[in-house]
Structures are given as structure tokens and as C-alpha cells.
């Protein structure tokens, strides 16, 4: 089966699934008055937006502006994430202990305390002190708490890569540092897209939390939204797909990057 | 070219039993020769060779190879480790690299060689071993004996001093067994030192100047091959033999 013909069937299905969703709403008899016809609005619009900015033009909605910094968001989270990963990752398996004991503090600290007090503790706290602005406090929090989870994952990339493959690279005179970098983190990599795809999906979601301070995420944007006119169902749902376009478009990606590194098994 | 003095090595197994692997192992192997150390598995054969480029450390003793003492605190084991080729039981090649980059890979990050140089060496080395023609082909789709010829590429490419192979035909099937032999065969007419960890006796008494009988981590018996096929004095050795041959 092509990736094509593949991810038009999740499509399709997801698709059933919303339809009957709605079907089984409307059948229930719930007295509620769709406005369907404001969401596009709230995604692109044609016009002016203040005084200040007066000329009619395409523009993007309150939706739209959520969702791009949302995307913005993640995009940087899951870069920084990865780097702490590998860095955390291979500290874990240092031969030094102060340099194990600490990834091995920062992993425990960081997955074991809630990121939603992570969030504030890094905005409010640390933000302050370093004057922080609200997204720089908000990747830096979704960063280290996605590091903590992605170093634990190379950890476990790196140990299962067989210990021949390390012996190899040192016996023809590579370093430690070298081995890893050309041999062990290339293969390590490759086994451990699956996880890393589910924990950077995750990523994307629990950035909705940001909302808390004051960014004007996708999260947000849909809370405001939803306060000015209270079109609950359709502002959510909307909300829900787009988080939904991010995540499945990662999904794709990763399945895709996973079948292109196949070749030399 | 190579001398070792009174090595001691303990291995503590996961139960916390101690493993005598080397005691007080001395011998010397010297420039051009062919030394194959043979013996029961446990015996401390393949532990010497990992002590040689230091994948294992040694406990006490030391170990002069080309008048540098390898355990010296001073030393950068990874030069050492540049004249030194090692070949495994499981050829270990790197599977997400194609033969030639398997060949290239250290040349280039270890000994600065640029790309053109290296895939000349390359490409003499595998027409040497024969297999020019899988070139471009990654480890997976190779034979036992085919990847075991690509890994003594992989060695040889770094124009090391001396060659170790760790039972390098253990894990190959019988009829693939004869073309590694081949090459490590080539090697040894060549002139190129070695020390050949193996139970292949027919490539011992074939090309070794000497043979080293190992047990319980000690030297039992050692001699040129054919005193020691003919005429071994030590009745281990010869309940080995009996038992081998």
C-alpha cells in the first residue's frame, strides 16, 4: 500500500468518526442554534483591522494567529528538546558520576513535577529574574520538559545499540565522542523515531498549557473567542482539527522519515 | 613488536564471582610474526587480544607495544589503537554504511585522509579482499563471509601495524569459512604481524611461526606448529588436540 492511499484511509476514518459524532449529537434533540458560518471568520477574513492599520487586505483570524503560534511554539520546543535530549541522553550513560547523577537529577525533577507548575514556576520565577518574555518562558518550559523525556529515550536508543558497534569505532582509533557521532547516535536515531514521534505529539498538545501565561496560543485564542460569543461547540471543534492537522501531519512525516531510513536494514 | 609482562585480568561476573582471565601472562610476539593463540573457550584467549588495544584493561603487569607502554597514564590509546586492526567474531560492520563508507569512515575522521584518498585505499582493499562489485551495498545484504571481508577491509585501511582477528571465523558458516582464511592467509605472506585467536587448526599449523596453547588463563604450551601438532609435551594439551582434531 503507497503512504498516499495509506493516509487518505486515516483521513477517511477520522473523517466517519467526526460525522457520526455529529449525527448523534443532532439526533439527540439538543436545542442548540449552529453558527458554523462565524468560524471561517475567525480563521482568514478580508478587511480592515484598527485604526491604526486601516487598509482592506486578507488577513488572518483570531484561530489562525493561535494556530501559527502554536506551530511556532512547538516547532522551536521540539528543536531545543531534541538537543537536551541527546545531551541528557548521553550524560546519562557518562562514566562520570557527578555528570550521571546530575541528567539523572534533571530527568527525575522535570518528570516527576507537573509542567503546568513548571510553566509558571519558569514564567513568573526564572522569567522574571532573566526578564523573559511569555514566549520565551513558555518554549523554555515545553523545551526542558521535552528534553527530560527525549534524554531518557536516546538513553535508551543508545543501549540498544550492540556493544560491538562501539568497540569497532574505538579499536580503529575513533574517540568516544566520535564513535557516537558517526556510529552509535545515527543508528541510535533511526530505532527511536516511533517514541520520539509520540513524545513530540504530546509536545504539541500539552503546549496548549502556555495559554496560562498569557500567550496567545491556539489555546487561548480559542478561550477568548469562546468568551466574546460563546460558540462552544464550533469554536473547539475547530480548535481540535487544527491541533489535529498538526499532529497527524507529524505523524506522517515521522512514518515517512522511518520508511526512507529503512533502505540499509 | 609486541611484549607483554606478567598481566593480570579479573572479571567480576553479575553474581559477583571473580573470573581469573589472565595470570601473570607474559609472552612477546615479534615484528612480521604470526602468532595464533588457541585453546578452551574461558581460557583468557580473546581477553588477551582485547587487552592489546585496551577494549579490556588490564589489572596489573604492562604491555609495550612498538616501545610504548599502552597502560602508561600519558599515552592517547587512540593512536595506539590506529596501528592496531582488530577483526571480530561478529564482524561488528557498521550496517547503516554502505561497504565503501564502512572502509572510508576512519580514514577520513581518524587519519585526515581526504575523500579521494580514501576511496582509492578503499577500493584496492575490497578488490583484495574481492568484493569490488558490492561496493555500494549495505552489510545487511551480504554473507557471513562477505561482511567479514568487508570488516578486514575496514582494519586494514587504517595501514596498521599489526593485525588481531578475535575468532574470526567462529560465526560464519563451513563453506564461507575458506575465504576469510584466504585473506588472513594473503596477510600473513605479506609479512603482516598477527595475533589470531582461532580453533581453525589447519590455518595454524598452515601459516603460524607460532602457536601459544592457552588454559585457565595461562600459557599451557607454545611452540612452532609443528612441535606443537606433532609432539606436544603437556597432557592438556594433548587432551585438547584429542578432542579437536
Known amino acids: 500500500m503507497t503512504f498516499n492511499k495509506r493516509s487518505l484511509i486515516t483521513v477517511g476514518i477520522l473523517s466517519i468518526i467526526t460525522a457520526s459524532i455529529y449525527y448523534f449529537f443532532t439526533q439527540k434533540g439538543i436545542i442548540y442554534i449552529w453558527h458554523w458560518e462565524k468560524i471561517p471568520e475567525m480563521l482568514f477574513y478580508y478587511g480592515s483591522k484598527s485604526a491604526d492599520d486601516p487598509t482592506p487586505k486578507f488577513r488572518m483570524g483570531v ?23 541527546t545531551v ?44 523573559l518574555s511569555a514566549f520565551a518562558a513558555g518554549t523554555a518550559a515545553l523545551s526542558i520538559f521535552a528534553g527530560a523525556y527525549v534524554g531518557e529515550i536516546v538513553r535508551a536508543g543508545i543501549q540498544s ?105 | 613488536m609486541i611484549e607483554a609482562r606478567n598481566v593480570y585480568k579479573t572479571f567480576r561476573t553479575p553474581d559477583r564471582k571473580e573470573v581469573k582471565a589472565l595470570v601473570n601472562f607474559s609472552t612477546h610476539v615479534n615484528k612480521a610474526e604470526v602468532v595464533v593463540i588457541i585453546g578452551p573457550s574461558g581460557s583468557g584467549k580473546s581477553t588477551f587480544l582485547r587487552c592489546l588495544n585496551r577494549l579490556d584493561e588490564i589489572d596489573s603487569g604492562e604491555i609495550i607495544i612498538d616501545g610504548v607502554n599502552i597502560y602508561d597514564k600519558k599515552i592517547n590509546i587512540n593512536k595506539i589503537r590506529e596501528e592496531i586492526g ?126 601459544i596453547f592457552m588454559d585457565a588463563g595461562q600459557i599451557v604450551e607454545e611452540g612452532t606448529a609443528e612441535h606443537f601438532f606433532t609432539n606436544p609435551v603437556h597432557k592438556r594439551t594433548k587432551l585438547f588436540l584429542s578432542q579437536i582434531l
Not at chain 1, 484561530?63 to 535530549?85: A, D, E, N, P, R
Not at chain 1, 514556576?121 to 529574574?129: A, E, K, M, P, Q
Open chain 1, 88 to 131: 541528557v541522553g548521553i550524560a546519562r550513560l557518562s562514566h562520570e558520576p557527578v555528570t550521571r547523577g546530575l541528567s539523572l537529577s534533571y530527568v527525575e525533577l522535570i518528570r516527576n513535577t507537573p509542567l503546568l507548575v513548571q510553566i509558571y514556576i519558569i514564567y513568573f520565577f526564572v522569567g522574571s529574574i532573566l526578564r
Open chain 2, 86 to 211: 582488530m577483526v571480530f567474531q561478529l564482524f561488528n560492520l557498521f550496517p547503516h554504511k554502505t561497504v565503501l563508507e564502512n572502509v572510508t569512515l576512519a580514514q577520513q575522521v581518524v587519519r585526515k585522509r581526504n575523500k579521494g584518498e580514501a576511496f582509492e585505499v578503499a577500493r584496492g582493499l575490497l578488490h583484495k579482499v574481492g568484493i569490488s562489485e558490492k561496493e555500494n551495498v549495505y552489510p545487511s545484504q551480504l554473507s557471513g563471509g562477505q561482511q567479514q571481508r568487508v570488516a578486514i577491509a575496514r582494519a586494514l585501511a587504517m595501514h596498521p601495524k599489526i593485525m588481531m582477528f578475535d575468532e574470526a571465523t567462529s560465526a560464519l558458516d563451513p563453506e564461507m569459512i575458506g575465504e576469510v582464511l584466504d585473506v588472513m592467509k594473503t596477510l600473513a605472506r605479506e609479512g603482516m604481524t598477527m595475533v589470531v585467536v582461532t580453533h581453525e587448526m589447519g590455518f595454524a599449523r598452515e601459516v603460524s611461526d607460532r602457536v
Open chain 1, 161 to 265: 545499540i550492540h556493544k560491538g558497534q562501539m568497540e569497532a569505532s574505538r579499536s580503529l582509533g575513533m574517540s568516544y565522542g566520535r564513535a557516537m557521532r558517526h556510529i552509535i547516535l545515527p543508528q541510535a536515531f533511526k530505532r527511536i523515531i516511533p517514541p520520539l514521534a509520540g513524545q513530540f505529539i504530546s509536545l504539541i498538545k500539552d503546549s496548549s498549557l502556555v495559554s496560562v501565561i498569557a500567550l496567545a496560543d491556539l489555546m487561548f485564542q480559542a478561550q477568548q473567542a469562546f468568551a466574546r460569543t460563546y460558540y462552544a461547540f464550533e469554536i473547539y471543534f475547530t480548535v481540535a482539527l487544527l491541533y489535529l492537522v498538526m499532529t497527524f501531519t507529524l505523524s506522517m512525516a515521522t512514518q515517512y522519515i522511518e520508511r526512507r531510513l529503512a533502505i540499509s536494514d
Open chain 1, 63 to 85: 484561530l489562525m494567529m493561535g494556530f501559527v503560534l502554536t506551530l511556532k511554539i512547538s516547532v522551536f520546543s521540539i528543536f531545543f528538546g531534541i538537543i537536551i535530549g
